[in-house]
Each structure stands twice: as C-alpha cells, then as structure tokens.
C-alpha cells in the first residue's frame, strides 16, 4: 500500500513565508550546440528532474542569430559577442523553462561558474565541459532576465500548467 503524501503544517509565527509564488518561479535553461552535439541532454535534463523542478516547457530548435544576438544583447559590446552568436546558432539547442523554489538562483549553482575551469566537480559545468567558449549550457541570472528570455524564447501557451504528483513530497 503506498503512502499518502504528508500534510502540509500551517505556517507557525515567526517561520519563513513560503509563498506559493515562489515555488512558481521559472528560469530559462537552454542546452548549447555544443551540450547537444555530445549527447548531454539526457544528463542535463536528468539532474534538474531529480532535483525536483518541474519541466513547464521544452523545445528542440535551431536558433536564429537574430534571436541570439537579442537573447545575448547585454554583451553586444564585448570581443567574444559575434564568435558566441555564431557558436550559439551552429546547430540545434534544447530551450527549456524549469520551475521551483528559487530555480533561479539554484539553476545557476547546479551549472557552476561562466568558466568550467573555475566550476566545482558535482556542477554541469564543472562536471561535462573544459572551455568557456563551449560550457554546454545556459541559465538565467536573475529572475527578471528569466522573464525576459521565457518570453523570447517561448509563447505564452507553449508553457504547461500541471500539479507534479511529487509536489507534495518535494515541498513540505
Ligand atoms: P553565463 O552563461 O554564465 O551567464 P555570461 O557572462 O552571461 O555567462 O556569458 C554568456 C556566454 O558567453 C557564456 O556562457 C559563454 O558561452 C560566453 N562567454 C563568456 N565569456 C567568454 C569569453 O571570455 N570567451 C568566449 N566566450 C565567452
Ligand atoms: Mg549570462
């Protein structure tokens, strides 16, 4: 017989509110030409599952410079900016929209830093990749450029709304 899900305590005074909005927030997460060329979607999509997100929303493209150079304009000033759009739309991409508790900020942490080789083992990008001109993936930074690049990337109705089965287990 399996177990029903606990019930979930009210908030005690004092505790933290843990609205329902934050479990909400999404990031935007897109596996790199480069991720997707070495068969890294299956690993990748792994640990944010087993991490318990939830998938909202996943598409297979190649994308076009114009929508990279718009997803990457805070860096149009920078030497690396043409090489990084070019790269970037060398071959197809896995755009996908996560959701959770603080997915923003732990999304960042699970992909280790801009540059593998200062990444600790146990991140994506410490774990899977050497350059940082090919770090396999992308994560927002902020929960407003999470919003920014969903919606430049995604249509308001490719996002799914569903309850996981394993919410319960996964949020107290
Ligand atoms: P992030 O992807 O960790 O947010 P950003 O500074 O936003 O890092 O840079 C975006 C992407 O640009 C990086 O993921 C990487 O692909 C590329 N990039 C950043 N710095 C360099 C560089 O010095 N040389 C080549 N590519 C770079
Ligand atoms: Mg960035």
Same mark, same amino acid.
């Given at each position: 017989?399996?177990?029903?899900?606990?019930?979930?305590?009210?908030?005690?005074?004092?505790?933290?509110?843990?609205?329902?909005?934050?479990?909400?927030?999404?990031?935007?997460?897109?596996?790199?030409?480069?991720? /997707?060329?070495? !068969? =890294?979607?299956?690993?990748?999509?792994? $640990?944010?599952?087993?991490?318990?997100?939830?998938?909202?929303?996943? +598409?297979?493209?190649?994308?076009?410079?114009?929508?990279?150079?718009?997803?990457?304009?805070?860096?149009?000033?920078?030497?690396?900016?043409?090489?990084?759009?070019?790269?970037?739309?060398?071959?197809?991409?896995?755009?996908? /929209?996560?959701? !959770? =508790?603080?997915?923003?900020?732990?999304? $960042?942490?699970?992909?280790?830093?801009?540059?593998?080789?200062?990444? +600790?083992?146990?991140?994506?990008?410490?774990?899977?990749?050497?350059?940082?001109?090919?770090?396999?993936?992308?994560?927002?930074?902020?929960?407003?450029?999470?919003?920014?690049?969903?919606?430049?990337?995604?249509?308001?109705?490719?996002?799914?709304?569903?309850?996981?089965?394993?919410?319960?287990?996964?949020?107290?």
């Amino acid at each position: 017989m399996s177990a029903a899900a606990p019930r979930r305590s009210s908030a005690r005074p004092g505790s933290p509110v843990r609205t329902m909005a934050a479990k909400t927030e999404r990031t935007f997460i897109a596996i790199k030409p480069d991720g /997707v060329q070495r !068969g =890294l979607i299956g690993e990748i999509v792994k $640990r944010f599952e087993q991490k318990g997100f939830r998938l909202v929303a996943m +598409k297979f493209l190649q994308a076009s410079e114009d929508l990279l150079k718009e997803h990457y304009i805070d860096l149009k000033d920078r030497p690396f900016y043409p090489g990084l759009v070019k790269y970037m739309s060398s071959g197809p991409v896995a755009a996908m /929209v996560w959701e !959770g =508790l603080n997915v923003v900020k732990t999304g $960042r942490v699970m992909l280790g830093e801009t540059n593998p080789a200062d990444s +600790k083992p146990g991140t994506i990008r410490g774990d899977l990749c050497i350059e940082v001109g090919r770090n396999i993936i992308h994560g927002s930074d902020s929960v407003d450029s999470a919003n920014k690049e969903i919606s430049l990337w995604f249509k308001p109705e490719e996002l799914v709304s569903y309850k996981s089965c394993a919410q319960d287990w996964i949020y107290e």
